[in-house]
T-cell receptor, first 115, second 113 residues
Framework: DSGVTQTPKHLITATGQRVTLRCSPRSGDLSVYWYQQSLDQGLQFLIQYYNGEERAKGNILERFSAQQFPDLHSELNLSSLELGDSALYFC??????????????FGPGTRLTVL | AQKVTQAQTEISVVEKEDVTLDCVYETRDTTYYLFWYKQPPSGELVFLIRRNSFDEQNEISGRYSWNFQKSTSSFNFTITASQVVDSAVYFCALTQSNYQLIWGAGTKLIIKP
């Protein structure tokens, strides 16, 4: 158990809908990262937050947004969902701002199915 | 450009065999970190090891060992006396200059009983 929690574990929804995925980092970690893992694309980095502020952005679609709250938990919002958004969404956390020495610890993931 | 290559898409071995997973990386940085993660069938990503570019000592943890060779830009992972529970997808990753992780495509390891 990495200490990173994600809810829900599974989510099934329809195209055009909006969902929110939640992540709580390990105790003491300040950074939260979001990744998308689909069968054909592998692991894709979406976005990183550090202590409430956006730190880095990857291949995140405009339909997706995230935030990190004062208690350091994070939410990833996915809207206008398409079939292609079906994937496993991971949250990871690390101790500091994502320097080279930081190790990212991953949550169990949320499996999103868009029908 | 920074890149991680895991050329072995899938490896299948019989239990108790030794198996090596290859990882080759490209980077212009002199300081960098390499990682291995395991993703079992249950789906979670489990951190296995982190190695910095200045430490070329091999690492052993139980049945797992890692061979880091800067001369060939490789960070290979060996499982000795493999077990069915080792079946998983294994990812190698590299920190790039903006500190984000660059991931390999993963190697699916199948251990047959």
């Amino acid at each position: 158990d990495s200490g990173v929690t994600q809810t829900p574990k599974h989510l099934i929804t329809a195209t055009g809908q909006r969902v929110t995925l939640r992540c709580s980092p390990r105790s003491g970690d300040l950074s939260v990262y979001w990744y998308q893992q689909s069968l054909d694309q592998g692991l894709q980095f979406l976005i990183q937050y550090y202590n409430g502020e956006e730190r880095a952005k990857g291949n995140i679609l405009e339909r997706f947004s995230a935030q990190q709250f004062p208690d350091l938990h994070s939410e990833l919002n996915l809207s206008s969902l398409e079939l292609g958004d079906s994937a496993l969404y991971f949250c990871a956390s690390s101790a500091s701002g994502g320097g080279r020495t930081d190790t990212q610890y991953f949550g169990p993931g949320t499996r999103l199915t868009v029908l | 450009a920074q890149k991680v290559t895991q050329a072995q898409t899938e490896i299948s071995v019989v239990e108790k065999e030794d198996v090596t997973l290859d990882c080759v990386y490209e980077t212009r940085d002199t300081t960098y970190y390499l990682f291995w993660y395991k993703q079992p069938p249950s789906g979670e990503l489990v951190f296995l090891i982190r190695r910095n570019s200045f430490d070329e000592q091999n690492e052993i943890s139980g049945r797992y060992s890692w061979n880091f060779q800067k001369s060939t830009s490789s960070f290979n992972f060996t499982i000795t006396a493999s077990q069915v529970v080792d079946s998983a997808v294994y990812f190698c990753a590299l920190t790039q200059s903006n500190y984000q992780l660059i991931w390999g495509a993963g190697t699916k390891l199948i251990i047959k009983p």
